[in-house]
């Protein structure tokens, strides 16, 4: 299978912020902000199957047109109590956040073999988010040398799904599925209490934190019913720094970190993407739990450092996506809490002026991926080394124009049933400052249109080989203008490669790195 995907895509919102101070201890923040964003992704695929007889011996044309739609919102308002001492407040939050996402995919799969007629659909689907955010946070002095900061975090989310799925030869006689719609909502209410703690002996720093949370889940599927779940965390963490010299830091962490399934991951409605495609989330998935452990050297020298991080990192219940067979040449990708996977390796970094103007930035990952997977007719362990490379350069061109080009590289990578290929891309920006409220910012993203993904999965009696074209190929124009009586400066170095990364990564309709013929 080969894929061509090209996606226009436009975005345009806005962020607000103002202040008030209520007396001379006490100040009123909030602050507002709005986004837009639409594409037309058009992706074109040839289906070409290497079995001669049977359900897979098919071949294919497809041409699909995915027009995607999103607005994300948000406020917020704190009140900031400040006393006597350094670092010394109370400072209480709540905020709203949301995003509003329509999907309309319409597809045409072309035939040629065997002979049938065409397949013509249009899948329309609904998503929406909705959190509020409540904080109440107090930072202390407790002596010369030590400090407090204890707290409450509450988090109360709400996401829904819904959808439409229409089939037929063409267009005009389309038809709704009945079996194919379903709605689904997911409501999810984190809290939590904190507390880190840090203490000074001489040239040793002392910071261990301990996070509680409690979760609550309620998830509803109009064919499955209700389901609710409740679990209970602890999330620790150490931090020791040591200060060898003026320039040389050496510094020791643990922590433990854990990432949510989504809501598309808990869904178990299996959802159809095309006559051999479908998915289905998971609602017993787990939350994935992560125990780093990292050891650093860093070395400072004005605008020079250079860093040596040694990490491990253990994985526990991790969640994957995963392909199955149905039968008759169709595919199911469903998620699974997979057992372990471990890195093991070492973070370098280096920053360095080249030229009074001119300034060289390195990131670079080596690490060993294991996968340790629990013994299922579709999983088997794997590893392998990976290696990631993100050097950049930065060029103040004048005081007030900046420009900065990165590239990003990163090699073979393991999957759960197989491993995706390498990755290439450039990306870069330049900005100009007309003052520090007023500034300009452009972004191109693969200009030489060198991003492809090769993925390929092994499962018994079926190997499935994606190679995709995103042809991510973009310019973008940003204007920032800052109001108020006090604006905040432009960064010099601002991380254009970082914005860059994100829409590589899926942009507005991005297909899918891993999935099912025709996906």
């Not at 400072?300 to 008759?328: C, I, M, P, Q």
Request: proline share 6%.
């Amino acid at each position: 299978m080969t894929s061509h995907f090209v996606d226009p895509y436009a975005a345009w919102g806005f962020t607000g912020a103002a202040s008030y101070n209520l007396d001379a201890a006490t100040r009123l923040l909030a602050d507002v902000n709005y986004a837009h964003s639409t594409s037309n992704g058009v992706t074109t695929t040839d289906y070409r199957s290497s079995a001669l007889t049977g359900v897979l011996a098919e071949d294919y044309d497809e041409r699909q047109v995915v027009n995607p739609n999103a607005v994300a919102d948000g406020a917020s308002l704190s009140l900031v109590r400040t006393y006597k001492g350094d670092d010394h407040n109370l400072t209480l939050r709540v905020g709203y956040s949301g995003i509003s996402y329509s999907y309309d995919d319409v597809d045409r799969f072309a035939y040629q073999l065997p002979v049938q007629p065409d397949l013509f659909q249009d899948l329309y689907d609904d998503v929406s988010h909705h959190q509020v955010d409540l904080k109440a946070e107090y930072k202390a002095p407790l002596t010369p040398t030590s400090r407090l900061d204890i707290g409450y975090d509450g988090a109360i989310s709400q996401d829904t799904t819904s959808n439409l799925d229409r089939l037929g030869e063409d267009a005009a006689d389309l038809v709704v599925d009945p079996a194919l719609d379903h709605e689904f909502s997911f409501d999810q209410s984190v809290q939590a209490l904190f507390a880190t703690y840090q203490t000074r002996f001489g040239k040793l720093t002392v910071m261990p934190g301990l996070r509680l949370e409690e979760v609550g889940l309620d998830i509803a599927d109009a064919g499955a019913g209700s389901i609710r779940r409740d679990y209970f965390e602890v999330y620790p963490t150490f931090h020791l720094n040591y200060a060898l010299s003026d320039r040389i830091d050496l510094s020791a962490s643990y922590s433990r970190r854990v990432q949510r399934p989504t809501s598309q991951e808990l869904d178990p409605f299996r959802t159809y993407a095309n006559p051999l495609a479908f998915s289905q989330g998971n609602p017993q998935l787990a939350p994935e739990i992560t125990d780093s452990y990292e050891v650093e050297a860093a070395y400072t020298k004005g605008v020079t450092y250079y860093t040596a991080d040694l990490f491990f990192r253990d994985h526990k219940d991790l969640v994957s996506n995963v392909t199955e067979t149905l039968g008759g040449g169709a595919l199911l990708t469903t998620y699974v809490n997979a057992g372990h996977s471990r890195d093991a390796g070492l973070e370098l970094g280096v920053n360095r002026p080249l030229t009074p103007h001119l300034t060289f930035n390195l990131s670079t990952d080596l690490y060993w991926n294991q996968l340790d997977v629990p013994p299922t007719p579709f999983e088997r362990p794997t590893s392998g080394a990976v290696v990631l490379v993100r050097p950049k350069l930065n060029w103040d061109i004048t005081k007030k124009d900046f420009a900065q080009i990165t590239l990003y590289a990163r090699s073979r990578t393991p999957t759960l049933q197989g491993y995706t290929g390498p990755i290439v891309y450039m990306a870069a920006g330049f900005r100009h400052k007309f003052d520090d409220r007023v500034s300009l910012d452009l972004t191109t993203i693969d200009p030489f249109d060198t991003l492809r993904v090769h993925n390929v999965i092994r499962i018994p009696n079926l190997t499935q080989v994606d190679n995709l074209n995103l042809h991510q190929q973009s310019i973008a124009i940003g204007l920032t203008v800052a109001l108020g009586p006090h604006p905040k400066a432009s960064p010099r170095d601002f991380d254009f490669g970082a914005a860059a990364a994100g829409a590589a990564a899926g942009g507005g309709g991005a297909p899918p790195v891993a999935g099912a013929p025709g996906s």
